[in-house]
């Protein structure tokens, strides 16, 4: 396989991987350090790209559904979203720093959409968490 579909197919895991969609970036960034000889801060930026926009898109999508917060259809109820809004009031914008983690890390980002985190600060806060979990992936590999 090739370095370019290699660097395409870890951007893609990971863009998928930070959207509500279940799916694993991590097991591609090892698999693509161990697999090729593409320079690690090179797999670094790639795939935090690919999550950071994958993100972007939650958070986009959070700008767009909470308009329809009062229809029968929406995904979370008034209780829910005052639970939200109350974690992100106590925690503050900081919460997106543990944006990585799994199950909880895709939400947050589209409560931030929700709750209007102005975009520099939400792709900050973002960005210095997925960088970090993927440098510290290949740091443990290494």
């Known amino acids: 396989?090739?370095?370019?579909?290699?660097?395409a197919g870890l951007f893609a895991s990971a863009f998928i991987a930070a959207t509500i969609f279940p799916a694993q970036s991590e097991a591609a960034l090892i698999?693509?350090?161990?697999?090729t000889a593409e320079p690690w801060g090179l797999l670094i930026a790639v795939a935090s790209l690919g999550n950071?926009?994958?993100?972007?898109?939650n958070w986009l999508l959070g700008r767009w559904i909470v308009h329809y917060r009062d229809r029968p259809w929406f995904p979370a109820s008034p209780a829910m979203l005052a639970k939200a809004e109350g974690w992100y009031a106590r925690f503050g914008v900081w919460s997106l720093l543990a944006s990585f983690l799994p199950v909880i890390g895709d939400p947050l980002t589209v409560v931030a959409g929700m709750l209007r985190v102005p975009l520099a600060i939400f792709l900050l806060l973002v960005t210095i968490s997925k960088?970090?979990?993927?440098?510290?992936?290949?740091?443990?590999?290494?």
């Open 1 to 7: 396989m090739t370095s370019l579909a290699i660097l």
């Open 31 to 35: 698999a693509a350090a161990l697999g």
């Open 52 to 57: 950071v926009l994958g993100s972007l898109t």
């Open 131 to 142: 960088v970090g979990r993927y440098a510290a992936i290949l740091w443990a590999l290494a």
